[in-house]
């Protein structure tokens, strides 16, 4: 069975940009960590929003284009 990245390699056609790892805690919440994978930089998160601000904020730092991105707020849509 291929582990970490070898398994991500045989899943993907390029290069990733993260690897996140979820872990089983018997809670109802998501915990794990998540690589940004060009820096080697790791975090761990607690919930899933806290993991998106996460992949988010890399994002933003890293200027990487996100035309398909649509951020939506409860402000009056005109």
Known sequence: MKRG???VGALCSRP???IVRFY???ETCVQGKIEHV???QI???GSFLEM???IQSKLDEMDFPQEALE???WE???
Request: proline share 4%; hydrophobic share 30%; no cysteine.
């Open 16 to 18: 990733a940009d993260f």
């Open 38 to 40: 060009s820096t080697g």
């Open 43 to 45: 975090r761990r998160f």
């Open 76 to 78: 009056e849509e005109p």
């Open 5 to 7: 990245r070898e398994a």
């Open 24 to 26: 089983l805690t018997g």
């Open 71 to 73: 951020s939506r707020t």
């Open 52 to 54: 998106t601000v996460l």
